[in-house]
């Protein structure tokens, strides 16, 4: 199996509190946007829209079938909101955009990550394969789905929030994903 590298930079806005990870990108074939979360079919901007505002069409360009990235972009820079994910390097078992079917040859280096984000106090993982890697590459004990755990990398004091994934494959009706979102933003932001 080929390895595959991570074909996106880390988006680290500088008054970044809120560093979001997932674990790897679909396959470019899957993407509509040149950006996290690109496929779509997964839910993650109509959360973001319906959390923040009320809209799951928010983000969406439901004519072209596609994301407003630079809306998207604009958002995450005002409120601070980081996006990278957990591994740089994979190797797909399987022809698919699941997780369950991802290797990680490298991982990413988080302490890289938040030294560009000197205000980042929390993590939310968007995946079980997310957290998974978070937990075992800091020896953090997982928190339930839609609660976090405390935390330390070096001096700096973090929570690590665990969000249900924002795939349509998680059986969990976005509105019900979406509450765990909420919640999580407004404890954070």
């Known amino acids: 199996m080929p390895i595959e590298q991570h074909p996106l930079q880390p988006f680290l806005p500088q008054n970044g509190k809120i560093l979001m990870l997932g674990s790897f990108p679909p396959q470019k074939k899957r993407w509509v946007i040149d950006f996290f979360y690109?496929?779509?079919t997964n839910d993650m901007w109509r959360i973001?829209?319906?959390?923040?505002?009320?809209?799951?069409?928010?983000?969406?360009?439901?004519?072209?079938?596609?994301?407003?990235?630079?809306?998207?972009?604009?958002?995450?820079?005002?409120?601070?909101i980081g996006i990278f994910d957990t591994?740089?390097?994979?190797?797909?078992?399987?022809?698919?955009?699941?997780?369950?079917f991802l290797e990680i040859v490298t991982p990413t280096d988080i302490k890289a990550l938040l030294r560009k984000m000197p205000q980042c106090h929390?993590?939310?993982?968007?995946?079980?394969?997310?957290?998974?890697?978070?937990?075992?590459d800091?020896?953090?004990a997982q928190p339930p789905i839609?609660?976090?755990t405390e935390f330390n990398i070096d001096s700096l004091e973090l929570r690590l929030y665990r969000m249900p994934s924002t795939s349509r494959a998680y059986p969990l009706a976005i509105t019900k994903?979406?509450?765990?979102?909420?919640?999580?933003?407004?404890?954070?932001?």
């Open 38 to 40: 690109p496929n779509f």
């Open 177 to 189: 994903k979406a509450v765990f979102y909420q919640q999580m933003f407004n404890e954070v932001l």
């Open 48 to 80: 973001f829209g319906i959390v923040f505002f009320n809209n799951a069409l928010h983000f969406v360009d439901t004519k072209a079938k596609t994301y407003r990235k630079d809306a998207i972009v604009d958002f995450l820079n005002t409120t601070g």
């Open 146 to 148: 839609g609660h976090y």
């Open 87 to 100: 591994a740089t390097a994979v190797r797909r078992l399987q022809d698919n955009a699941s997780d369950k």
């Open 138 to 140: 800091f020896n953090i």
């Open 122 to 136: 929390t993590i939310v993982t968007t995946g079980q394969k997310a957290t998974d890697t978070i937990c075992h």
